[in-house]
Structures are given as structure tokens and as C-alpha cells.
């Protein structure tokens, strides 16, 4: 039994729509660069997709001073 034609045209706009997709999550949100990227949760904010280069802006951004505690020890 195979696939009638309409069949195969919606499969193959199924694997289309699922390109697109992984397309769009791997355009970064910062710089706007389709790259490879990873999920990146921003001030405890909805994870949004970044960069190697945004995360590692981020990472910098977020880390003041390296000896500075940002909250002060509970001992
Ligand atoms: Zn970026």
C-alpha cells in the first residue's frame, strides 16, 4: 500500500514547516544571527535562544567582579 500524492505533498510540507521551525529557534535573540545556539534563561525570564558570543556577553554582564559576592553568606 503506498502513499496517494496528496499524502506525499503533506508530508513533505510537514518536513518543511519542522525546517522552518528549527530555523527560527536557532536565530538568536540578541544579535539576530541564525548560529548555533542554546537556551538561555535571562533574568529568571522565559528562556530565550542566544549565541556562543550573546551567552558569553551575558555571562559577563552578570558576573560583576570575580571575589564579589553578590548576596552575602548565610555562615
Ligand atoms: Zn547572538
Do not use: F, Y
Given at each position: 500500500?503506498y502513499?496517494?500524492?496528496?499524502?506525499l505533498?503533506e508530508?513533505?510540507?510537514?518536513r518543511?514547516?519542522?525546517?522552518r521551525?528549527?530555523?527560527?529557534?536557532?536565530l538568536?535573540?540578541?544579535?539576530?544571527?541564525?548560529?548555533d545556539?542554546?537556551q538561555?534563561v535571562?533574568?529568571?525570564?522565559?528562556?530565550?535562544?542566544?549565541?556562543?558570543e550573546?551567552?558569553?556577553?551575558?555571562r559577563?554582564?552578570?558576573?560583576p567582579?570575580?571575589?564579589?559576592l553578590?548576596w552575602?553568606s548565610?555562615?
Open positions: 500500500m502513499a496517494s500524492m496528496t499524502e505533498h508530508l513533505h510540507e510537514m518543511e514547516n519542522i525546517r521551525g528549527v530555523d527560527a529557534l536557532e538568536c535573540w540578541s544579535c539576530q544571527r541564525v548560529s545556539c542554546e538561555t535571562v533574568d529568571d525570564a522565559a528562556p530565550v535562544w542566544l549565541c556562543r550573546c551567552r558569553g556577553k551575558l559577563a554582564q552578570a558576573q567582579d570575580p571575589g564579589t553578590l552575602p548565610p555562615c
